[in-house]
């Protein structure tokens, strides 16, 4: 059984996220949805800080300084307690080498602000349905398999939506981007031939990646419609609108019996005796799911001069 995240402070944010999401989604109270916003930026910015260290998607946050901060508690190594606070240089590392160099270091690098160039794509998660609290592991599958009558069910309805979303946006790396910076990169590519005015984009993909997710998944599609505006700004551009995203994916042929046979497992495709056989007298059903982010990005029109090229 895969989860998308095994780092403690990560869990330890989704954990207090999840809780104040759920707070606002039942008081319907804005200022507790603010609220929850702010953690999902602040898990956002966790997880890249993370991920940057291990120069993964380092250029998104990279200033040429860095604040040297640690988790405070009295497993910190007193080396790293005494950088506390220090500002530092990417391109000359202190004694005890960058954050996050140790082994099992906690330590993260925070980028200094006045150094951050203004350029910036981001991600905010908006219309967003309530997770089931009594998640489904394994069996919950199988069992609706032979019980379910095909009746179809929502990521939330099973408590996988938000390690879900967290999975698709930022774990699956294709060439040196993860999703959420390549989708921020498609959108950015779109804007800046369109230049100015209303404007919208389509993208879809399937994904294997999906089954490290969870073994029941894999080969689910994800797509999702850009619609926006963009505003001319001396030598930038501005982008504002929103995506809605739609998963969607067949539990089916659990052997991947039809997959090795024929090379495609989509129950559509198959004749009824193949699916008696590759089904074992099961009902396929789909598991998807939709939700709204909104998008705003800020970029340089020249690709060139951009970091975002
Ligand atoms: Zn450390």
Known sequence: MNTPDTDPDILHEQARLLRTMTTSLEAGDPIAYHRAQERFAHLTWLREMKAGRRGETL???????????????????????????????WDNPPPTGHPGDDHNCRCWAEPVPDEIKPEYARLVLKGHPSDNPNKWWGPEFIKHFYTGNGQSVRLSEIGHFFSFLIFYLYKISRGRHNTSERIARQIIEVARSRKSGATSYHFENSYSEF?????????????????????????????????????????????NLREIWSGDSDPIGANWGERLISDFGGTYYEIYEHWTMDFSAYVLLDPAASKYE
């Not at 990279?62 to 005494?82: F, I, K, L, M, S």
């Not at 963009?230 to 504002?240: C, L």
């Open 211 to 255: 089954g490290t997710y969870h073994p029941f998944f894999g080969g689910g599609t994800a797509s999702g419609d850009f619609s926006g505006t963009i505003e001319p700004d001396g030598a930038y551009i501005r982008i504002n609108g929103n995506i809605i995203f739609n998963y969607g994916d067949s539990f089916t042929d659990v052997l």
């Open 59 to 89: 250029e998104n946050h990279t200033t040429p300084r860095y604040t040297w901060r640690t988790v405070g508690d009295n497993r910190v190594r007193n080396r790293h307690a005494e950088n506390d606070g220090k500002v530092f240089a």
